[in-house]
């Protein structure tokens, strides 16, 4: 069987690929920008895919690559963008624009096209990652967390409109992995509020991955894996 996992340069997208391949999964990534250590998932047979999700020709392009292969079973929608919203409303009409075409237009054009290789599976299979955040946006990230809450949403639809050849459930990630620029003041403030205590790390995203996979009873659902932080932040 393969699985599309969108978002493969780093962090949880690498590391859902390198899962796949050693449950043996046949697995095709997309990536934005080239990395070196992209060299990995070659190496152990990733199909990769380079497509800037903002430009729909070039969500296009991974249509096309799945096309060649008659075997798709599960789409992992991890492809994201991140950052604070800007000072300047013109530059935050920007960012809103971009969100919206890497967490709801290319996972629509995504799914849509391929829904049909799904449904020909005995499970097949989509999951969308979203965030905790969708419940209880914060002002300084309203775009983001708007187009979030607009993928939860798409995923939603699809569960009803896919069923019952395709599944469609949701995972709501918390604090996981911190970014890079996450600095110790920041961490511990967000610790803080997380009741377990605790970074998460990427192998309980992995875990929920695998049941949804496996429980074939199980559409228009939402898992959140965040050590219990939203229980603060709702």
């Known amino acids: 069987m393969r699985a599309l996992v969108t978002g493969c340069g780093r962090r949880l997208g690498f590391y859902l690929c390198e899962q796949l391949v050693a449950a043996g999964w046949q697995v095709t990534g997309s990536y934005r920008s ?23 020709e070039e969500v296009g ?36 624009d971009q969100f919206y075409r890497v967490h709801m237009a290319a996972p629509f054009q995504l799914n ?27 002002p300084q990230f309203a775009a983001y967390v708007a187009t979030k809450a607009g993928a939860h949403s798409l995923a939603m639809s699809f569960a009803r409109e896919l069923a019952p050849a395709v599944r469609v459930n949701t995972i709501e990630p918390g604090p996981i992995l911190f970014l890079d620029e996450h600095g110790d003041d920041w961490r511990q403030q967000v610790l803080a509020k997380t009741p377990l205590a605790r970074e998460g790390g990427l192998e309980p995203i992995w875990q929920a991955v695998q049941m949804l996979m496996k429980n074939d009873y199980m559409t228009g659902a939402s898992i959140r894996v965040d050590g219990g932080r939203a229980l603060a932040a709702i």
């Open 34 to 56: 080239e990395r070196p250590e992209l060299d990995r998932l070659r190496d152990v047979g990733v199909e990769l895919v380079q497509a800037d999700f903002t430009r729909e």
């Open 61 to 96: 392009a991974v249509v096309t690559a799945l096309a060649a292969h008659e075997d798709l079973a599960l789409i992992i929608h991890n492809a994201s963008a991140f950052e604070p919203q800007a000072a300047d409303p013109a530059v935050q009409l920007a960012q809103f």
């Open 112 to 138: 849509r096209a391929l829904a049909p290789a799904l449904a020909r599976q005995p499970n097949g299979c989509i999951i969308h990652i979203t965030d905790i955040y969708i419940h209880a946006p914060a």
